[in-house]
């Protein structure tokens, strides 16, 4: 089992940063990958960025890119993502999601068979 915790969410103005953390516990040696997804109202859960553990490895969706940077600290077991110039279509709950599993693509988050609680961020315009 692994155990995911989220932070970090808040309100902000449009162009400014967050960084969201996802510390993981439990048998945390066996995720081999990490993602965050995010939710709007009305709207189907999209693949927002993921990290492979192992080799390190970053994907983003591209309505992220060049804004925001997912990493990870291996000695906490913490995952962030830092979100820079923020705008409010980035408005969501935001999950950390990790994965056992080798198969799937990053983007679906049927690949991923751990997910945390959320944490809200939401842009101001």
């Known amino acids: 089992q692994v155990q995911l915790v989220e932070s970090g969410g808040g309100s902000v103005q449009a162009g400014g940063s967050l960084r969201l953390s996802c510390a993981a516990s439990?048998?945390?040696?066996?995720?081999?990958?990490m993602g965050w997804f995010r939710q709007a109202p009305g709207k189907e859960r999209e693949g927002v960025a993921a990290?492979?553990?192992?080799?390190?490895?970053?994907y983003y969706a591209d309505s992220v890119k060049g804004r925001f940077t997912i990493s990870q600290d291996n000695d906490k077991n913490t995952v962030y993502l830092q979100m820079n110039r923020l705008k409010p279509e980035d408005t969501a709950m935001y999950y950390c999601?990790?994965?056992?599993?080798?198969?799937?693509?990053?983007?679906?988050?049927?690949?991923?068979?751990?997910w945390g609680q959320g944490t809200q961020v939401t842009v101001s315009s």
């Open positions: 999601a990790a994965s056992t599993w080798y198969g799937g693509s990053w983007y679906q988050a049927g690949k991923y068979n751990y």
């Open positions: 439990g048998y945390t040696y066996s995720s081999n990958c």
């Open positions: 990290i492979y553990t192992g080799g390190g490895s970053t």
